[in-house]
């Protein structure tokens, strides 16, 4: 089949654009909570609304595509970030940002459905691990720039420098108090950009395969009737709570336990964890190519608590580069999980990958319990449920069992 690289640079840059929409929340944690003066509890609320959308929507997003493909999909997706978007940039109330985050999460869990599919028909089977790392690469990229963005935007237009590229225009769009706002104009204009573009592109065929369909009902009873589908569910539920609970939270910790400012000492640690966490995917690669899996998962989730450990104890300078660290051993989680999860039953792949995304509601659940812990004593406090999430995923490599291990280069072929 004829490859279309064209489509393959355009689904990299529909990565970026997930990341860059998905993870500026820990950067503007601080200015919202003062914005609405908003208690611990109340501000974990906020990733809640986005990241339960994918709780809700992983599954019968899968059931669409089959129905509408890919175009109309991504069509929607975009849409739904576009309402979510301008309608809180219009109206930029407590309760409209809780509605114009599930809106904007919804359309980032259909999109997470459709794009590897349509990637590896794309890029061809052969290419699709190389451009699956391209892909976290550019998301990677994203969440880096993104906390950066909203640097910009609110430093510069505080100071009034309304000369400055897009200042001027951001200036007569966001009421004095919140600057913050802006970075939801940005958001609203990328998404009906993406919306355009997706009209004037001809998309591929895609044939899914065993492993890329939701399955039928009857899949899901057979699937929850094994213990190891629960078991590897909370894996990815402590991973996407342990990764939020940390960048999220990050800059308000800094703000209030050492003075940092958070629209620019606090944002650029945001930026650099999730710079850190495409390094360490990187270096993971070559160690999953020397190690066995479960071995490396366990080192990175001693580390990872290690580092969360200097960040909460420490002092200010160190924890201002051991919760970015963190960020680098977090980096093996995710994948390794999903590997171990996928190998570890013989068949309806397609539906136990579904089960799995809806784990990324540990993103939501886990900031709720993080803020309401925070109230009732400290955000420190609050902030050590982490261990738990950790502690989780370390056990996953004492007891889990694939039915197919990571090859690496010192095992002889049989």
């Not at 640079?9 to 860059?20: E, G, K, Q, R």
């Not at 944690?29 to 003062?34: A, D, Q, T």
């Not at 590897?116 to 720039?145: K, T």
């Not at 009737?225 to 800094?254: D, H």
């Amino acid at each position: 089949m004829k490859r279309n690289y064209f489509i393959v640079v355009f689904i990299l840059i529909t990565f970026f654009v997930i990341s860059f929409l998905t993870n500026i929340l820990g950067a503007l944690n601080p200015n919202v909570s003062g914005s609405y003066s908003l208690t611990e509890t109340m501000a974990g609320f906020l990733p809640f609304a986005f990241f339960i959308a994918y709780g809700v929507m992983s599954v019968p997003s899968g059931f669409l595509l089959e129905k509408w493909g890919e175009k109309r999909m991504m069509i929607l997706a975009f849409g739904f970030a576009f309402a979510g978007a301008l309608g809180f940039a219009l109206f930029p109330s407590f309760n409209i940002f809780l509605i114009s985050l599930f809106t904007i999460g919804t359309g980032m869990a259909v999109l997470q459905v459709v794009i590897n599919p349509l990637l590896r028909v794309s890029g061809g089977e052969e290419h699709f691990a190389f451009n699956s790392v391209l892909a976290q690469l550019m998301f990677g990229l994203a969440s880096f720039i993104s906390p950066q963005m909203y640097s910009y935007f609110v430093t510069n237009i505080d100071k009034g420098e309304t000369s400055k590229p897009l200042i001027g225009m951001m200036s007569n769009l966001v009421e004095n108090s919140f600057s913050w706002v802006s970075v939801y104009w940005a958001f609203a204009i990328i998404s009906v950009l993406m919306m355009v573009l997706i009209v004037f592109i001809k998309f591929p065929k895609v044939e899914l395969q065993e492993d890329e369909k939701v399955g039928s009902k009857e899949s899901y009873v057979e699937l929850f009737a094994n213990k190891y589908v629960i078991l590897f569910f909370l894996g990815i539920f402590a991973y996407v709570g342990t990764e939020q609970g940390i960048s999220y939270w990050m800059s308000k910790f800094l703000s209030n336990y050492h003075g940092f400012d958070p629209e620019t000492v606090g944002a650029t640690a945001v930026s650099y964890f999730w710079g850190l966490m495409t390094i360490g995917g990187f270096f993971g690669l070559v160690l999953l190519k020397l190690l066995d899996s479960k071995v490396v998962l366990r080192w990175f989730t001693i580390l990872a608590m290690v580092s969360v450990a200097a960040g909460l104890f420490g002092g200010g300078n160190i924890s201002l580069w051991a919760f970015p660290a963190a960020g680098f051993f977090l980096s093996v989680m995710y994948p390794v999980i999903m590997s171990l999860g996928l190998n570890s039953v013989k068949k309806h792949h397609g539906s136990f990958a579904g089960i799995l995304m809806t784990g990324i509601a540990g993103g939501a659940i886990v900031q709720v319990l993080i803020g309401g812990l925070s109230d009732l004593t400290s955000l420190k406090v609050g902030m050590t449920f982490l261990f738990i999430t950790l502690g989780y995923i370390l056990s996953i490599s004492f007891w889990a069992k694939p039915l197919v291990q990571n090859k690496t280069i010192f095992d002889k072929e049989k």
